[in-house]
């Protein structure tokens, strides 16, 4: 089955630089998409299509994508941005299969 | 104003059966993609199913064949009915939006999770 790999920690101090990345073979062919989790909360939209920020998601967030991987770059990370990261894509093969990645914990500090 | 929200969890034993109920408002649920999108106690997300505008279903290969999705117009209202529950079914169940005309099925509306428990 299809998997997207992220690493499973990422450290920043405030103000510095985040990148998180995923890694997956559809990735070419597939949009990536990301999803920011605070400790018991439902997940929230930050970048679509690799690199469309919805309305409403601050400037320092940014997405790009090039061959079998994506990233999420947070600009001057703030503790607020402190939880959950998940990328999204789907299967390539036809199958019609929503893929979450392994989930990255980014801890401001 | 888009909202999603889930009913229907609870404690269940292995091997019982649950409906779960997702009632949107602020749009029509006939009108996107659909999906249920699942996390155990401390795990990452698990995209379990979704159901297509023109109403095609899929699912993911854990839940095949004992979860079912499907929605009800009228009350625009999705659903996942689900069979043989088994202990690794233990998750918070969210259901989950995709914006109509997108190219891709991704969520930009979640509802607040239902907690489904499934032990003896």
């Known amino acids: 089955s299809y998997e997207l790999t992220q690493p499973p920690s990422v450290s920043v101090s405030p103000g510095q630089t985040a990148r998180i990345t995923c890694s997956g073979d559809?990735?070419?062919?597939?949009?990536a998409y990301w999803y920011q989790q605070k400790s018991g909360q439902a997940p929230v939209l930050v970048i679509y299509?690799?690199?469309k920020r919805p309305s409403g998601i601050p400037e320092r967030f940014s997405g790009s994508s090039s061959g079998t991987m994506a990233t999420l770059t947070i600009s001057g990370a703030q503790v607020e941005d402190e939880a959950d990261y998940y990328c999204?894509?789907?299967?390539?093969?036809?199958?019609?299969?929503?893929?979450f990645g392994t989930g990255t914990k980014v801890t401001v500090l | 104003e888009v909202q999603l929200v889930e009913s229907g969890g609870g404690l269940i034993q292995p091997g019982g059966s649950l409906r779960l109920s997702c009632a949107a408002s602020g749009f029509t649920v006939s009108s996107n993609y659909m999906s249920w999108v699942r996390q155990a106690p401390g795990k990452g997300l698990e995209w379990v199913s979704v159901i297509y505008s023109g109403g095609s279903t899929y699912y993911a290969d854990s839940v095949k064949g004992r979860f079912t999705i499907s929605r009800d117009n009228s009350k625009n209202t999705l659903y996942l009915q689900m069979n043989s529950l088994r202990a690794e079914d233990t998750a918070v169940y969210y259901c989950?939006?995709?914006?109509?005309?997108?190219?891709?099925?991704?969520?930009?509306?979640w509802g607040q999770g239902t907690l489904v428990t499934v032990s003896s």
């Open positions: 999204y894509s789907t299967d390539s093969s036809g199958n019609h299969r929503g893929v």
């Open positions: 989950a939006r995709t914006p109509s005309g997108s190219r891709d099925y991704y969520f930009d509306y």
């Open positions: 559809a990735l070419p062919k597939k949009y």
């Open positions: 299509e690799d690199s």
